[in-house]
C-alpha cells in the first residue's frame, strides 16, 4: 500500500510538471508534448495533477477533451479507489 501511494505522489507531481512544462513551451513556438501523452499520465493516476496543471498554468482549459476528460478520469478513478476500499 505505502509503494502504491508514493507512485500516486510521484505520478500526480511529475504529470503536474508535464502540464507546466507544455504550457511553457507554447508560449515559446517550441516542440510541444503530444495530448495524447498528457492523457495518458492522468489514467496513469495523475489526474489530480493534470487538473490542478490545467487550472494553475491555465492550460487546455478551453479544450473538451481536457475540460471534461480529466475530471471524468478522476471521478473514475475515485469511484474505482472507493469500490476497493470497500472491498478489502
Known amino acids: ?5 508514493i507512485y500516486l505522489i510521484g505520478i500526480n507531481i511529475l ?7 507544455d504550457k511553457w513551451k507554447a508560449r515559446r513556438g517550441k516542440w510541444r508534448i503530444p495530448e ?7 489514467i496513469a493516476g495523475g489526474s489530480i495533477g493534470a487538473l490542478v496543471g490545467m487550472y ?8 473538451r477533451k481536457f475540460n471534461l476528460g480529466i475530471p471524468a478520469i478522476l471521478l473514475a478513478q475515485a469511484i474505482l479507489a472507493w469500490f476497493l476500499f470497500l472491498r478489502s
Open 1 to 5: 500500500m505505502r509503494a502504491f501511494l
Open 56 to 63: 494553475l498554468f491555465r492550460h487546455k482549459t478551453q479544450k
Open 15 to 21: 504529470t503536474f510538471l508535464i502540464f507546466g512544462i
Open 36 to 42: 495524447d501523452t498528457l492523457i495518458w499520465m492522468s
